[in-house]
């Protein structure tokens, strides 16, 4: 069994530029949130996804944005953006939207925005 | 909505020194706790739970935690803390069932002196 992959490891873009973040659920796992952990920070949560459908946000502009494809990978899409965003951005997968007990977790994307 | 605070942002231990890292919680309804630890490079992975039953969970690498909710809390501990546990720790609350919008504290950073 496979666990939770992300990609790339880093990623280095300028103001105002787009980013398109990915990840590889665990196998079996249909629900995947997206976190963004500032430094120093916990991580907070931008969005989840089950069965290809937004099922929850967190407070975060419509510049963040994501997809589900049909085998459960995801994308977590920024625009415009903002020296704010740098970050790491965490996406964790769980069989099912209810079951927070057994979301898992993948080592994340460092994103710096200059 | 639901909130976590970690008082305490770094603690230092020695090794084989008995551990207990803070965690209060703010929520209206019965919580869903977790303790979750993050290494450099890698993502967060769950330690503990707890819903309901017992207040005192036990979890993986010999750490347990206590749920008072009197106090608001559920403090993690360790009897004897090992090297390999210097790491961040965050305490994270969320909705039941619902997994979507998942908080987390901003963290305790863990240094072990030899």
């Known amino acids: 069994e496979t666990g939770v992959t992300q990609s790339p490891t880093h990623l280095i873009k300028t103001r105002g530029q787009q980013v398109t973040l990915r990840c590889s659920s665990q196998s079996g796992h249909n629900t995947v949130s997206w976190y963004q952990q500032a430094l120093g920070q916990g991580p907070q949560f931008i969005f989840q996804?089950?069965?290809?459908?937004?099922?929850g946000r967190g407070n975060f502009p419509p510049r963040f944005s994501g997809l589900q494809f049909p085998n459960y990978s995801s994308e977590l899409n920024v625009n415009a953006l903002e020296l704010d965003d740098s970050a790491l951005y965490l996406c964790?997968?769980?069989?099912?939207?209810?079951?927070?007990?057994?979301?898992?977790f993948g080592p994340g994307t460092r994103l710096t925005v200059l | 909505a639901q909130s976590v605070t970690q008082p305490d942002i770094h603690i230092t231990v020695s090794e084989g020194a008995s551990l207990e890292l803070r965690c209060n919680y703010s929520y209206g309804a019965t919580p869903y706790l977790f303790w979750y630890v993050q290494s450099p490079g890698q993502g967060l992975q769950l330690l503990l739970k707890?819903?309901?039953?017992?207040?005192l969970v036990q979890g993986i690498k010999g750490f347990e935690a206590e749920f008072k909710r009197s106090q608001s809390s559920f403090n993690l501990r360790k009897p004897s803390v090992h090297w390999s546990d210097a790491a961040e720790y965050f305490c994270a609350v969320a909705a039941y069932p619902n997994n979507n919008d998942m908080r987390f504290g901003a963290g305790t950073r863990l240094t072990v002196k030899p």
């Open positions: 996804y089950y069965r290809e459908e937004e099922n």
């Open positions: 964790a997968s769980s069989p099912s939207a209810g079951d927070t007990d057994t979301q898992y």
């Open positions: 707890y819903f309901s039953g017992d207040t």
